[in-house]
């Protein structure tokens, strides 16, 4: 960007969308690895604590699924780790690539009562083997 002297992408276009697929494709099988420093340890505290703070009105924490549960069943889904890798994705659901951005919009949304049960179920078909 300040190379080229372009203007930014937009947040969630398509053209943003498929430069991030293109650099996630080249990133595959490579470790999570974020440096914690001065500057980002903020930024990682808060985000830890934001995963285990309960919220909502289920009063659920992220990690209550994604730590505690993850592998069971919840409404036909498997509950995932919640990694943030593999993004930007098509899903069925959006008809579309969509970004982590996206992914997020649609957890937090999740907190909102549905006609989905608000615990995991235990007809795990567990995939921690
Ligand atoms: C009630 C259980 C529950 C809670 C609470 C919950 N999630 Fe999830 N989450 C799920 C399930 C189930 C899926 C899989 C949904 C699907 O694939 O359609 C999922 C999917 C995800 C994914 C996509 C993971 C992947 O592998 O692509 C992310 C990221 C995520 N959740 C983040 C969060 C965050 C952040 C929070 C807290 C703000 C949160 N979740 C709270 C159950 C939960």
Same mark, same amino acid.
């Given at each position: 960007?300040?190379?080229?002297?372009?203007?930014?992408?937009?947040?969630?276009?398509?053209?943003?969308?498929?430069?991030?697929?293109?650099?996630?494709?080249?990133?595959?099988?490579?470790?999570?690895?974020?440096?914690?420093?001065?500057?980002?340890?903020?930024?990682?505290?808060?985000?830890?604590?934001?995963?285990?703070?309960?919220? +909502?009105?289920?009063?659920?924490?992220?990690?209550?699924?994604?730590?505690?549960?993850?592998?069971?069943?919840?409404?036909?889904?498997?509950?995932?780790?919640?990694?943030?890798? +593999?993004?930007?994705?098509?899903?069925?659901?959006?008809?579309?690539?969509?970004?982590?951005?996206?992914?997020?919009?649609?957890?937090?949304? +999740?907190?909102?009562?549905?006609?989905?049960?608000?615990?995991?179920?235990?007809?795990?078909?567990?995939?921690?083997?």
């Amino acid at each position: 960007m300040d190379h080229q002297k372009a203007p930014p992408l937009p947040y969630e276009s398509k053209e943003l969308l498929a430069l991030s697929a293109y650099v996630a494709r080249q990133s595959r099988g490579l470790p999570i690895e974020p440096k914690i420093e001065a500057r980002t340890k903020p930024f990682l505290d808060s985000g830890r604590e934001a995963f285990h703070r309960r919220q +909502g009105q289920l009063n659920l924490s992220c990690s209550q699924c994604h730590d505690d549960n993850w592998g069971k069943k919840l409404a036909g889904s498997v509950i995932p780790q919640a990694h943030p890798t +593999g993004y930007p994705i098509y899903r069925l659901e959006w008809q579309n690539l969509g970004s982590l951005g996206g992914a997020c919009a649609t957890a937090s949304s +999740g907190f909102a009562p549905r006609s989905r049960s608000s615990a995991p179920t235990s007809s795990s078909t567990s995939s921690s083997t």
